[in-house]
Nanobody, 124 residues
């Protein structure tokens, strides 16, 4: 199993930047593909970005492509989500997820491990 802990959430003004981190513990981190999802109040959890186990393949939701960057440091067992040009509609709880696979899945059902979530609030 792998345990995931997100950090770096907070309140930021529109147009600002924020970086989320997700620290993993447990089994070999480099064997997992990682992803970020988000859930806004009253909405379903939605895919944000994913990265495969070696970082060579990434995938993004259309709503964040060009503004957000997912990356990972396998030596530090950590995955990051760098968020820029933030908009009020980016306000949500952001979840880190892991799948023991080489593929950067976009469906939440493909991920078996989840963090507790980090609140990101973007003010207008």
């Amino acid at each position: 199993q792998v345990q995931l802990v997100e950090s770096g959430g907070g309140l930021v003004q529109a147009g600002g930047s924020l970086r989320l981190s997700c620290a993993a513990s447990g089994r070999t981190f480099s064997g997992y593909s990682m992803a970020w999802f988000r859930q806004a109040p009253g909405k379903e959890r939605a895919f944000v970005a994913a990265i495969n186990r070696d970082g060579g393949t990434t995938s993004y939701a259309d709503s964040v492509r060009g503004r957000f960057t997912i990356s990972r440091d396998n030596a530090k067992n950590t995955v990051y989500l760098q968020m820029g040009s933030l908009k009020p509609e980016d306000t949500a709880v952001y979840y880190c997820a892991a799948a023991y696979s080489g593929f950067a899945f976009v469906r939440s059902s493909s991920y078996g491990y989840w963090g507790q979530g980090a609140q990101v609030t973007v003010s207008s």
